[in-house]
């Protein structure tokens, strides 16, 4: 497969296949045992090539990251312009996760190989900061569309955030699908409006 050539309009168009293969080479080696010799392998491309755009594997990993802030970013922009942005939110990040469960394994090696490579761990707090950050600012509007959020949306911003890595945790243990939505639909509901009714969601 040929690579498009490292001039502006084609640059991005590289990078954007380049993350996408490294993603699906992590999940499938693990972040310690993959290289950039098997992204490369991946696209069939040499490796030299991989290194026109990305200097590192960690480097690639920040970029991966970087996808990850906009998406969520994205995600919460669209669930405040509906009707009930508590619902959408709710709707939009499981759909989110689905997409990504294949690889969700991922997300608890990373956060363990983190506890013992600064440089990494790093990184997964600064993905860990945007994300609280864009949160809060999802929180404050609901505040002012008067839909709830009465408590400290500092303190409700990173338990939202912790509840979902706990969903993606219980997922990989096992539990199932429906009593985990239900559970999270239900926490959310509490700390987001006061109101003990879980979410409906698409399933």
Do not use: C, W
Not at 157 to 180: C, Q, T
């Amino acid at each position: 497969m040929r690579m498009p050539r490292v001039v502006p309009r084609y640059k991005e168009q590289a990078k954007t296949r380049i993350i996408d293969a490294a993603l699906r080479v992590f999940a499938e080696k693990g972040y310690h045992e993959a290289t950039i010799a098997d992204v490369a392998a991946k696209l069939g491309v040499s490796e030299g090539t991989i290194y026109l755009y990305f200097r590192s594997k960690r480097e690639l990993f920040k970029a991966i990251s970087d996808v990850g802030e906009r998406d969520t970013a994205q995600l919460l922009a669209s669930a405040i312009k509906s009707e009930d942005p508590v619902k959408n939110f709710f709707d939009l990040s499981i759909q989110a996760y689905e997409q990504y469960e294949p690889i969700s394994g991922l997300m608890m090696e990373l956060l363990a190989e983190a506890s013992r490579d600064a440089s990494l761990r790093k990184i997964v707090r600064q993905n860990f900061d945007t994300d609280h950050e864009t949160m809060k600012k999802f929180l404050l509007e609901l505040r002012n569309r008067k839909i709830g959020v009465e408590s400290d949306i500092n303190r409700i911003s990173m338990a939202i955030l912790y509840l979902f890595y706990g969903y993606a945790i219980s997922r990989l243990l096992g539990v199932g699908k429906s009593e985990a939505k239900s559970a999270l639909g239900y926490a959310m509901r509490i700390m987001l409006e006061g109101k003990p009714t879980t979410p409906k969601s698409r399933t």
